[in-house]
């Protein structure tokens, strides 16, 4: 009886030592390491996998908008250009209303996702920056598709879909399209520019030219650099190269390089 | 903390890893569709446009 006591007792009494050592100290770090993963995985969700899911839901949504132009086809009068040879100016909406779709192939490529195109709303706040639907925002006092000047857009480089995550990776002559109920305006990469945040001679009707009188028609994107920082602005300018009017043709007259996609969303597919 | 948890499990070690697992899916969860899409709303959204 004595010797199994000897033998048995020091191990519970080990593990209730054990146990009862939770210190205060152990308690904190075992929160500040939580709470230091919490931040991290906050961090990832917010700059890269709500990224993809918010990205998929503006991607969706310029899909539909699209679809809806394609349906509408036939049932408005085609608006004619002021001047044969010229574009369709697009009309002012209101502001947070979508009027436009951006569709650039070399972003879909960088991203490597099939298709980009991403939904342009008026106005640049809140509203249309960091909506999941919208996501870029057309500077309002800047000029409209088709209009001689300056259409000048704005949208987040990360986060809240980052619809101008890879801006820097176009290349010179890249296609950059705009699609609205009437057509598409096909405007060319010609390069890009870093400025300060207070650099508003970006959106001049002559970029950089405060007064200038305007001949050409410029596409100018704009976006946080560098990446996770706000401390510069990255621009991307376009210059108009043609107007292609929408038509009841199966690829609704649209860009050749940019036809498969639409016949693709107009039937409906992904 | 941890140990508490790990003490309060029920079963075997390989119950106990599952059940952690499951808890660790649940909070994940949790996070990504109700928690941090809250705190996105609170923090103050970055300014990309030029003024």
Redesign the interface.
Known sequence: MSSMTATESPAPLRRRRRRRRVSIVGVLGELFITAGVFVLLFLGWQLWLNDIIVGNQQQEVAEELQEEWAAQQGELPAKTPPNPGEPVVTAKVESDQPFATLIVPRLAEAAGTEYYSRVIAEGVGNAVLNSNRLGIGHYSKTQMPGEVGNFALGAHRSAYGGAFHNLHQLHVGDSIYVETQDGWYKYVFRGLEYVAPTGVGVLDPVPQNPGAQPGERIITLTTCNPFFSTAERLIAYGVYEAWYPRTSAPDQGAPPEIAEQIITQATGGE | ????LW?ILPGPVWVRILLLLVLIAAV?TA??LWI?PW??TLTA???????
């Not at chain 2, 903390?1 to 508490?4: K, L, Q, R, V, W």
């Not at chain 2, 959204?45 to 003024?51: A, Y």
């Open positions: 903390m941890y140990g508490a003490r994940l996070c990504v941090f705190i996105n959204p970055p300014e990309v446009t030029v003024e």
